[in-house]
């Protein structure tokens, strides 16, 4: 197996690890596939027996990550794979997310198909899914990380009274909507909060955004799907001077003077999937599709 560079990321321990992580490890070592760890997720791995990380490489963000990576392991949920955005940001290397959860859209790879197909992940036999992310301009306010690959999340903060969204497209406005949030959720994060708040799934392969109200005052104003070459315009208004945004779960605290600018970031996330997954199997299986007793 010719030679192979590999990162390996990881939030927080899982007695699902000792299953198979030191064969993991082993698998990389006897086929000379060089590994670096993510710092905080090296002390988690020290609980795990059969680990060798004496002389392991690590890494705590993208500029420690070598330069020739073929791929990127998370181990966790799909929270691990939007956190590990952050850290390999507009970096193309393809992330392969081993699902050790629950629910897992994005972590797509159970913990269980890891071995059986790891020698096919590494000599890249797989399929790319490429995500589109969403790019957040704030004004005069600095954002770490301006991009999500779900959402953005525009929400009341300290009121129980619902606050005003002025959406525009363009100088174009959709509409003041009333109500607790608004989501502009990317196709992959259609499976996320939108969905919850009865916004629609869409494939990740459209070129599309969802813009979702939480819970608006109005019962006719429903979800709406727009190009993703659009760029969206907010402005809230409050009953208290700051409002919250959410990208990623990665929570801000804004003004109310302050709008934010909406777009499609001009890079895009690659996703493993293994060559005999699809994404319609994906939603059959975790939406629990055709389950029904009545079936």
């Known amino acids: 197996m010719s030679s192979k560079k590999v990162a390996i990321y990881g939030l927080k321990s899982t ?16 086929w000379g596939v060089s590994y670096q760890i993510e710092k905080d997720f090296v002390q988690v791995l020290k609980g795990v027996q059969g680990v060798d990380l004496e002389k392991v490489s690590v890494f705590s ?5 070598w330069e020739d990576l073929d791929l990127f392991f ?52 797989f399929k790319v899914s490429e995500r589109c992310l969403l790019d957040i301009s704030t004004p005069g306010y600095h954002l770490n990380f301006p991009f ?11 009121t129980t009274s619902m606050i005003t969204i002025d959406a525009y497209i363009g100088e174009q406005i959709i509409n003041s909507f009333w109500c607790d ?5 990317t196709p992959t994060g259609s499976t ?31 979800p709406l799907v727009i190009s993703n070459k659009e760029e969206i315009r907010l402005k809230v208004h ?3 001077e700051e409002y919250s945004m959410s990208l990623d779960s990665r929570l801000e605290s804004l003004g109310t003077e302050q709008e934010i600018w909406v ?18 199997e994906t939603l059959r299986k975790k939406l629990f599709w055709g389950k029904d007793k009545r079936n």
């Open 148 to 158: 999500a690959l779900n959402e953005i999340t525009v929400m009341r903060k300290e």
């Open 192 to 222: 996320g909060y939108s969905l919850s708040c009865n916004g629609p799934i869409i494939s990740p392969e459209t070129e599309n955004f969802v813009i979702t109200p939480i819970a608006p005052h109005n019962l006719n104003v429903r």
């Open 74 to 125: 998370t181990f966790g949920g799909d929270g691990t794979i939007l956190s590990a955005v952050t850290v390999l940001q507009d970096r193309s290397v393809p992330i392969v997310g081993v699902n050790t959860g629950r629910l897992g859209y994005l972590a797509g790879i159970n913990k269980k198909e890891l071995l059986p197909n790891l020698e096919d992940i590494i000599q890249k036999d």
């Open 238 to 240: 409050s009953r208290v």
């Open 263 to 280: 777009k499609k970031a001009d890079f895009k996330v690659n996703i493993v999937q293994l060559n005999h997954s699809n994404y319609l």
């Open 181 to 185: 949030g608004l989501i502009i959720s």
């Open 15 to 30: 007695e699902a690890l000792g299953d198979f992580i030191p064969r993991f490890f082993h698998r990389l070592e006897q």
């Open 61 to 65: 963000s993208q500029s420690d990550l």
